[in-house]
């Protein structure tokens, strides 16, 4: 392993276990030392401009702070994605969903864009990441047809969690009709 794939590493465990352009700008690498690393597999495509290391295991979180960072500070985790965030729904859902302004639904990479309910002061910050509140991200996994049994476990364990209340769902579902 060279000083540079060190150095790569380095910065990867630093901004977590991803790289993107502004990682690669900063290590001092050239377009063609990135192309032969990128070229033999050794740093995977997570997002436009967003890579991990061969090494790292792909997981759902990785994912999502893959692809909020290729959509930067203008995007928010939304619905089911939002709530995994949060730790309230138990599983990785299967994609990622992500909430952005109208201007920027025209992008394509790995996700699914919302943009008809983008109301910032629902938003949020997480362990790095914008995301829905809790309650706007219930409603919001309501309106995508979660079945009530899902939901109802939903608000209780955001409840639970003391994340959310009951007035602030009701609240939430007043201003969503």
Not at 11 to 30: E, F, K, N, Q, Y
């Amino acid at each position: 392993m060279t000083h540079l794939d060190r150095h790569l590493l380095d910065l990867a465990l630093a901004h977590d276990r991803l790289l993107d352009r502004d990682d690669l700008v900063a290590a001092g690498i050239s377009r063609n030392q990135w192309a032969r690393r990128t070229g033999l597999g050794l740093w995977v495509p997570m997002a436009p401009g967003v890579w991990r290391h061969l090494a790292t295991e792909e997981t759902w979180h990785l994912r999502a702070r893959a692809v909020m960072r290729w959509l930067g500070e203008e995007a928010a985790l939304h619905g089911l994605s939002a709530l995994r965030w949060w730790g309230i729904a138990p599983d990785d859902p299967d994609d990622v969903d992500v909430l952005v302004p109208r201007s920027r639904r025209h992008l394509d990479g790995p996700c699914r864009l919302h943009t008809n309910e983008w109301q910032p002061t629902s938003l949020r910050r997480f362990r790095g990441i914008r995301l829905q509140d809790p309650a706007s991200a219930i409603v919001a996994t309501a309106a995508a047809g979660l079945d009530v049994r899902g939901l109802e476990r939903l608000a209780d364990e955001a409840i639970r969690q003391r994340r959310t209340s009951v007035s602030m769902l009701s609240r939430q579902i007043d201003q969503s009709t």
